[in-house]
């Protein structure tokens, strides 16, 4: 007697066959079609008229937008009559304009230069996230000693009595150029003004100019390869990408003529595009090659570009789109423009900036395959459902090792952070400053980044008081923090009067202060 096999069970065992194969193909027995969840191409003669739509996306020769420069990827794309003409474009402003003169259909840019562009164009999916791609490097050849922002100010008057000032490279236009404009406006030692900029076009000039002994560089901002080849060579990486993790995000725009005329274009593009990232889920052998050739690299450059960057599957980004998670990323990259001078405003709707409307049957898609792949092999469900960086627990780390940490530096208090005299009761206006400060420390990354709030006095009274009522503050000050859903690892720390400002005298007011330090962990 032969037993009755579940068709369910039978579609289970195929696709988890057809996972070790490499190709996924989900038959649907209602409508006959076949929709490729998980690499392969396409049966010949699925594709809906014939005819070959030419897009023409512009960009340029980043790693993260490698897969639409892809042979493979071109070829999955003809099943639903389409073709990318990819374009490289370096100069932001004109790719945009070239998006409004209707000589480009989409454009695939930062989060960042969109914003400040305002392309005729709305965000229709999101490619990726970069998470330690780009970093600032200190500790250069000719300032061996700048180890920390914090050790920025001292630098700099020494550097201005010797008639010089300090150096910073960066590509412009670019990651590292917004990452420069995140120290601007965060961190309180670091103005960009102070600098001498040199732009350069590549990140591999900017970290010749800071290993060079005869360049006044003391700072550059790099992206990989490069970071790593820094790491290696002794220089410090005080911020990356990975500490601020949705600082620097990766999108694919479509004109608003596009969006109109040709939407199901739209959403066979993200639907094959998006299918290609979940086989590069699966098997990242496959991106590391694409990416290795694409950027004429080395299989271990590759590798470092990979470990750098987080691909969105469609999954996740149509959670991002649908949440408020990216309306959220929108008003904070605004918000650093805006205090950096190169906006005017944060937008008042950021979700009239971008649509989800073309995401549905690449999310569907994927949300099918993360159910039918969970029992065998979750790691690779949440890998596809975007879970990865979420599902990682907070390192338990001992007020000691914060202590010690490596020094990133101080935030920007933005306002005033003052206590009743001679108690630790917060004011009403400390209040409204600590709130939006606790937003600002939201922005990095709880996993690798820990804070130190600092409490000093000025010196009146004893030195036992003192050191007391500066730890009482500072633990106000933490516990404030928490109220406002601060994850992160934090430490209070009271200093008393033993730390006065430079050239200020002890007795002074302005002594009373509560710094807000942030430190790496990992």
């Known amino acids: 007697m032969r037993k009755r096999l579940d068709p369910v069970l039978i579609l289970t065992l195929g696709i988890t066959v057809a996972l070790m194969a490499g190709s996924v193909w989900l038959i649907s027995q209602a409508s006959g079609n076949f929709t490729a969840l998980f690499g392969g191409t396409a049966p010949a003669g699925s594709d809906r008229t014939g005819k070959i739509d030419d897009l023409t996306l512009l960009g ?9 420069r892809n042979a493979d990827f071109q070829e999955a794309l003809k099943v639903s009559g389409l073709r990318i003409k990819y374009g490289d474009e370096f100069d932001q402003a004109k790719r945009a304009e070239l998006l409004n003169q209707g000589k480009a259909d989409l454009i695939v840019t930062t989060l960042d230069q969109f914003i400040k562009q305002q392309p005729q164009g709305k965000i229709i999916g999101l490619i990726d996230r970069t998470a330690g791609a780009d970093a600032v490097v200190l500790n250069s050849k000719q300032y061996p000693s700048l180890k ?58 900017a970290l010749k100019l800071m290993q060079d002994p005869k360049q006044n560089v003391a700072i550059a901002v790099l992206w990989e390869p490069f970071v790593t080849q820094a790491r290696q060579q002794g220089q410090t990486v005080v911020l990356s990408s990975k500490d601020a993790p949705g600082a620097i995000v990766d999108v694919l725009v479509a004109s608003d003529r596009l969006i109109q005329s040709q939407p ?27 990416i290795a050739d694409d950027g004429k690299l080395s299989v271990n450059d590759a590798a470092a570009v990979m470990q750098g960057i987080e691909f969105f599957t469609a999954t996740e980004a149509q959670n991002w789109l649908k949440d408020g998670t990216l309306e959220r990323r929108i008003a904070s990259t605004a918000a650093v423009l805006v205090l950096a001078g190169r906006l005017d405003r944060v937008p008042e709707k950021p979700s009239l900036l971008f649509t989800n409307q073309f995401l549905t049957k690449a999310a569907n898609n994927t949300q099918t395959l993360v159910e039918l792949v ?65 937003q600002e420390i939201k922005e990095f990354n709880d996993k690798t ?27 106000v000050v933490v516990d404030f923090l928490r109220r406002m859903g601060v994850q992160h690892n934090i430490v209070a720390e009271g200093k008393g009067f033993s730390q006065p400002l430079a050239n200020i005298p002890p007795q002074d007011a302005r002594n009373q202060r509560t710094e807000i330090r942030l430190v790496r962990i990992q």
């Open 60 to 68: 340029d020769t980043f790693s993260g937008y490698s897969t639409f």
């Open 374 to 438: 969970r029992a065998d092999n979750p790691e690779l469900a949440d890998r596809l459902a975007g879970k990865t960086t979420t599902l990682q627990a907070l390192p338990k780390v001992q007020a000691t090792q914060i202590q010690a940490g490596q020094d990133i530096g101080n935030l920007q208090v933005r306002g005033e952070v003052s206590f009743a005299v001679g108690s630790a009761q917060l004011t009403e206006q400390s209040s409204k400053t600590l709130e939006n400060l606790s």
């Open 148 to 205: 920390s922002l914090l050790d920025l100010n001292t630098l700099m008057q020494q550097t201005k009595a010797k008639g010089q000032s300090l150096g910073i490279a960066f590509a412009g236009d670019t990651p590292s150029e917004y990452l420069a404009l995140v120290l601007d406006t965060k961190f309180d030692a670091f103005n960009l003004s102070d600098f001498t900029i040199t732009r350069v076009a590549d990140a591999s000039e």
């Open 449 to 475: 980044v820990a804070v130190r709030v600092i409490g000093h006095t000025s010196q009146t009274g004893t030195a036992s008081v003192n050191q007391a009522l500066s730890q009482q503050r500072a633990q």
């Open 264 to 290: 199901q274009a739209l959403s066979d593009l993200l639907e094959t595009y998006y299918r290609r990232i979940d086989a590069n889920m699966r098997d990242s052998t496959q991106l590391q090659q694409q």
